[in-house]
């Protein structure tokens, strides 16, 4: 059995910054991709950034310049937010995909106030 665990959300002032960690945990492949997605309330979740096995990354318009993805190995993901503003607030999973079977986190709360 395999969890994605995330940490790192919280409450932060706009312009403020946080930084959102995932790791797996239990027996897994490495994944060949992860990312981050980002749902806000009474919306659709939505990609905000991945990363592939090989470091190509992909970033969302609207966060292009302030988020940054890293990988610290093959199975857990990282997510450096600056400059945050209150559009971001929402809640944000993590998700990874290994031998095309996609794994979720059960999400972080994001709360950026004005």
């Known amino acids: 059995q395999v969890q994605l665990v995330e940490s790192g959300g919280g409450l932060v002032q706009a312009g403020g910054s946080l930084r959102l960690s995932c790791v797996a945990v239990?027996?897994?492949?490495?994944?060949?991709?992860m990312g981050w997605y980002h749902q806000a309330p009474g919306k659709q979740r939505e990609l905000v950034a991945s990363?592939?096995?090989?470091?190509?990354t992909n970033y969302a318009d609207s966060v292009k310049g302030r988020f940054t993805i890293s990988r610290d190995n093959a199975n857990m993901v990282n997510l450096q937010m600056n400059n945050l503003k209150p559009e971001d607030t929402g809640v944000y999973y993590c998700?990874?995909?290994?031998?095309?079977?996609?794994?979720w986190g059960q999400g972080t709360q994001v709360t950026v106030s004005s």
């Open positions: 990363i592939t096995n090989g470091g190509t």
């Open positions: 239990g027996t897994i492949s490495r994944f060949s991709s």
């Open positions: 998700n990874g995909i290994a031998r095309l079977v996609v794994y």
